[in-house]
C-alpha cells in the first residue's frame, strides 16, 4: 500500500512556474513507477509525465515537453513535478499516481493516487 499527498499548485499568471511535490509513505516508494496526469472538467485524465523508479527513464507528453520537469528523491519518498512558461491550457488539477502495472501513458494503470491539486493559469 502507498499513500500519496501533494502540495504545491495554485494561481499563477501565463508565463509563471510552479512547483508540485507528492510525498510518498507506506510501500516502499523507490520500487514505485510514478506519474502525473491532469484533469479538466468533463474530460478524461491526461497524461503529463511518469518517471522510472531509479529515474533512469522519463517520459512526458508532447504538450509539455520543454517546459515541465519530473523528478524524485527515494531518500524523501518524494516525487516532483516543475511546471515552467505555463500556459492558461495548462489549468488543470493536476494528479501523483504510483505503481503502475502496464502502459504507463494509461491512467488506469496505476494503482496510487494522490489527492489531486488545482493549478491556474491566468492569462
Known amino acids: 500500500q502507498v499513500q500519496l499527498v501533494q502540495s504545491g499548485g495554485g494561481l499563477v499568471q501565463a508565463g509563471g512556474s510552479l512547483r508540485l511535490s507528492c510525498a510518498a509513505s507506506?510501500?516502499?516508494?523507490?520500487?514505485?513507477?510514478m506519474g502525473w496526469f491532469r484533469q479538466t472538467p468533463g474530460k478524461e485524465r491526461e497524461f503529463v509525465a511518469a518517471?522510472?523508479?531509479?529515474?533512469?527513464?522519463?517520459y512526458y507528453a508532447d504538450s509539455v515537453k520543454g517546459r515541465f520537469t519530473i523528478s524524485r528523491d527515494n531518500a524523501k519518498s518524494t516525487g516532483y513535478l516543475q511546471m515552467n512558461t505555463l500556459k492558461p491550457e495548462d489549468t488543470a488539477v493536476y494528479f501523483c499516481?504510483?505503481?503502475?502495472?502496464?502502459?504507463?501513458?494509461?491512467?488506469?494503470?496505476?494503482?496510487?493516487w494522490g489527492q489531486g491539486t488545482q493549478v491556474t493559469v491566468s492569462s
Open positions: 507506506g510501500r516502499t516508494f523507490s520500487s514505485s513507477f
Open positions: 518517471i522510472s523508479q531509479s529515474a533512469l527513464w522519463i
Open positions: 499516481a504510483a505503481d503502475s502495472s502496464g502502459n504507463i501513458y494509461r491512467a488506469d494503470s496505476y494503482a496510487y
